[in-house]
């Protein structure tokens, strides 16, 4: 009866694994299918040709020098500003958190653009400044691709440091002076190998990032002809001849790479990790700088502040607003039009906007209860194998988006006749989803984690049955993580690019992808002007995460 009572109490796991098999390790597991198959048939020869060609062979190098490159640069900018706003008066500016992550919250694509605009022949810079000539035009090399994905990616490098520093008291810093260490001796001696664990994990964010990163190297890798791995693959995928067979064995190599440094990373981590928070707690003082060091640290944050939010900010706004772009900022030449033109002269752009509307309050909504049910399940679940189920489902958090979705592509219309979701709305619901499910997770794990067992043994104690436990006592604690979560998903998805350009319906068009299309056909105005509400949609759906997150800290 025991035996029996636990089979029935692990039913729930048992289906949320056969569902997370489908939604999520089916898709893997086509993706190595396809690359090592021909014709149903067991052939590695197609996949090493792959591999071995010398154009792909210089894509796979181009990527590994990105990823290195943007981790080196993402380094220089992150580690003075981690510094400068943990360890100095800066840190009383609490806004400078806040401002430091918007250029994370800005889609990729959105301000690559914008830097093209800015640095292109004839574009805003030589307008602001003509004595420069083409001076802005040496920005079209690897350092510009490698500055704008760092420019994108350092906030992760950032939050990492600014954590790991908070919890190093200051007094082993003073105690390295007191015996005469230099500021130069106690950083290399003292913060820089604690901080090790903690840069290995975000230097390998970084790297992941980069490299499954899309959009920036589809606009500004493509005009200076340097092509990595994510483009490469979407265009063996959608690109006549289609080979499906390139794309997955590019793909499995992209995977190949992120395991490894997977590993990489666990393994400085393991070795180089310390204990610093005890319980007599962290001393903070700040080290206050005067005159020369004061101004140079605030324009040394500023400038990050200008070239990572101000110039793709105003370039994307201001070219919204010029009337005729052969007159470019000239007195006179700016004009709401092409906003209204969105709405009222421009069917596919009413269109994309309400297609990503449905799209993202769809996908948030479905992966907000999938999410929550999973946590729920998970904590009441006495099986040692539900950490399996729970990494199956953070499983896309780690590993490169483009190659999920083309195994959600090949997996899907593989099994069309059984089930016609490819090629639908359907499937790009789906493929969110599947993308964005661990954001759910996560934040509601996060909110379970912080819930007295107590508390639900109290509700059981006194009559109530599982189904009023939850709705009235865990739904209400943990409702915090399930909007953050939903809030999460639905703006990600909202502006989401790779998805849309790989699986979407003919003819059908979202956000991103009519920004892309209006900019690369010339329309550019337009595309900008949808840059701006697609922000602007972003930016205030924010608000209230923000409201309810200073409202649950000033309750506690």
Known sequence: ????????????????????????????????????????????????????????????????????????????????????????????????????????????????????????????????????????ERFFSFFGLVLVMSLHVFPFLLTILKNALLNISTSLEESGAVFGGTFGYRLRRILLPLLTGNYAIGALLVFVKTLSEYGTPATLGRRINFYVLTTDIHRYATTAPVSFGKAASLSSVLVIICLGMWLLQNYVTTKRSYRLVGGKGVRRNFKPLRGGQLVSGWAYTILILLVSIGVPYFSVIATSLIKLRGYGLAAGNFTFQHYIDLFNENPKGRQALGNSLFLAIAAASIAAILGTLLVVVLRQSTLKSKKVVEAVGLLPEMMPGIVLVLGIMLFWNRIYKLVPLYNTMGIMVLAYVVLFLPYSIQYVTSSFSQINDSLLQAGRTFGGNPGYVFTRITLPLIFKGVITGWIMTFIISFRELVTASLIAPPNTLVISTFIVREFEQGSVSVGMAMAVICVLFSTATLIPLNILINKDDANQ
Request: glycine letters at 4%; proline letters at 5%.
């Open 1 to 136: 009866m025991r035996s029996l009572e636990q089979v029935r109490k692990n039913i729930p796991l048992l289906l949320f694994a056969i569902l997370l098999l489908i939604l999520i390790l089916c898709p893997f597991g086509m993706i190595f299918a396809k690359a090592v198959t021909i014709n149903d048939r067991l052939d590695f020869s197609l996949a090493w040709q792959t591999v071995v060609d010398q154009s792909n062979l210089t894509t796979i190098f181009n990527s590994l020098i990105l990823g290195i490159s943007v981790v080196a640069l993402s380094t220089l900018i992150a580690a003075p500003l981690a510094y400068l706003t943990t360890r100095t008066q800066l840190a009383r500016h609490r806004w400078l958190d806040i401002v430091l992550l918007i250029p994370f919250m800005t889609p990729p694509y959105i301000a690559s653009m914008g830097w093209i605009l800015f640095m292109q022949k004839r574009g805003l810079f030589q307008q602001l400044f003509p004595f420069t000539g083409s001076f802005s």
